[in-house]
């Protein structure tokens, strides 16, 4: 696979004004139209069940995806039309939040990849990313899943420069009778910028991750 040369990522918060449903040969669809926002949302999911989000008229929600153009021909005419494919849609309505982060920086040290006992591949690495106006870099724990996971395995080492998009979540876990806890990053889009900083190695003490507490994690 030729390494990434750019990052594709969109975001988009607003009311629905239209939610439309429908089965694709063996997926089911669902169409969202944002209030203001130019380009329709659209959420895939197999089976067909017509379930693929729970979102109606009226809901307000957070959907991350990418953008797709493609072309149709209609009346004997070419047509153009842009969409965003969403790989998840959060219902703001039903008091979730919506979940997104990014961020740039350098790798403390070489990605370490293994394989979950479902056959998933699973990559950990360490990110020292500085803030706007700040000297001290803020270390941030990368995971990432399968092609995403192999991809940086595969192409990135310690000391080189990435940008990353996903989501925040917190892990907890008792060691000598006190609690811990570790914020990573999921990583699901990430894009190689090249060159390298003073990114020098990591450690934060933690335990190593079980083949449990990874398969816990969600997607």
Do not use: C
Not at 9 to 28: F, I, P, W
Not at 50 to 66: H, L, N, P, T
Not at 177 to 201: A, E, I, P
């Amino acid at each position: 696979m030729a390494k990434s040369n750019g990052m594709n990522l969109q975001v988009v918060a607003g009311r629905a004004e239209r939610v439309t449903k429908r089965d694709v040969r063996d997926k089911a669809l669902t169409i969202i139209r944002v209030e203001g926002f130019p380009f329709s949302v659209l959420v895939w999911e197999a089976g067909g069940t017509r379930s693929a989000v729970s979102v109606k008229q009226g809901d307000y929600i957070f959907a991350e995806g990418r953008v797709q153009s493609r072309s149709f021909e209609k009346d004997g005419e070419t047509q153009y039309v842009t969409e965003i494919i969403a790989h998840r849609v959060t219902n703001l309505t039903d008091g979730k939040a919506g979940n997104v982060a990014f961020a740039v920086g350098n790798l403390g040290k070489a990605p370490s990849m293994r394989y979950t006992s479902n056959g998933k591949a699973v990559t950990n690495v360490s990110m020292a990313a500085n803030a706007f106006g700040s000297e001290q870099p803020e270390w941030f724990n990368l995971v990432a899943w399968e092609r995403v996971a192999e991809v940086i395995n595969e192409y990135v080492n310690k000391g080189d420069r990435i940008a990353v998009a996903g989501r925040l979540v917190k892990d907890t876990w008792e060691k000598d009778g006190k609690s811990f806890h570790r914020t990573k990053l999921v990583v699901n889009d990430m894009l190689m910028l090249g060159g390298r900083g003073n990114g020098g190695s990591e450690d934060d003490g933690s335990p190593p991750m079980t083949g449990e507490q990874i398969d816990e994690i969600p997607f």
